[in-house]
């Protein structure tokens, strides 16, 4: 029988090869930790990275269903201008009725006075009658005595808007020549042409011109069997009048 004897540095050799082995093996793992900490931290941040994107993506598609919706309302709006039925078709202003509108603002009073005044005006000027408003006693001079206004167009077109007067249009300021003398006595240059009574320089409210001239426009419609409205002068004399204003600015333009 061989007797083993116990070799004392192989041992140590032994044993200081597992703590070689033993620190390697903690490196190993302080590694691997550490990398587990860095994917954690990357897959927070590649998630927080996720939930941007998905909101700016959504951001995105909000915007572009609000674009879809208001093309699709435009497009609506487009057809149904193009279905709508148009107004229909008014009879033109003419002098009958002009003179029936006059006859049924008769009447010795301020008031009937400004009614008769803004129905000439309606008919000679073809304006709306909300741009009849701001007009001065000046301008009104200049209407009767030279045959043309300026009036600022309350939609379309330049401001100052001048107004030159047909024959026609001539013939009825001629007729009302005793209204405007009145109105020239009784107001300053500078006073509006439609005010209130005891405030000349306070301009009128279109609710009170527009009732008064309702009122009138309403009875003579009873007459005539048809709906006589503010915008029947705008129809009979504005072409007449945009016509010879045309043929003013050619002659001036040669």
């Not at 009104?140 to 047909?166: M, Q, Y």
């Not at 009145?182 to 009170?208: D, G």
């Amino acid at each position: 029988m061989t007797k083993k004897y116990f070799n004392l540095s192989r041992y140590k050799e032994l044993v200081k090869f597992q703590e070689k082995n033993s620190d390697k093996l903690q490196i190993i793992g302080e590694e691997l930790r550490r990398n587990f900490i860095e994917l954690a931290l990357r897959n927070e941040e590649l998630l927080k990275s996720n939930d941007q994107l998905k909101q700016q993506l959504n951001g995105v598609l909000k915007e572009l269903n609000l674009i879809k919706q208001e093309r699709k309302e435009k497009v609506a709006r487009k057809e149904a201008r193009a279905n709508r039925k148009g107004l229909p078709k008014r009879d033109p202003m003419t002098a009958e009725i002009y003179k029936e509108l006059i006859r049924e603002a008769e009447g010795p009073t301020y008031i009937h006075v400004r009614n008769r005044i803004a129905l000439c005006l309606l008919a000679v000027t073809g304006r709306r009658i909300n741009e009849l408003l701001p007009l001065k006693v000046n301008q009104l001079k200049t209407l009767v005595e030279e045959n043309w206004i300026a009036i600022d167009r309350a939609k379309c077109g330049p401001s100052n808007h001048k107004v030159f007067l047909t024959k026609e249009g001539k013939k009825m300021i001629q007729d009302r020549k005793k209204d405007f003398q009145l109105i020239f006595l009784i107001k300053e240059s500078n006073a509006y042409v439609f005010s209130p009574e005891t405030n000349h320089f306070k301009k009128l409210r279109r609710e009170v011109i527009t009732t008064d001239v309702n009122k009138v426009m309403q009875k003579v419609s009873k007459i005539f069997h048809f709906q006589v409205s503010q915008i029947l002068p705008a129809i009979a004399f504005a072409s007449a009048i945009l016509r010879s204003y045309g043929k003013i600015l050619k002659m001036l333009s040669l």
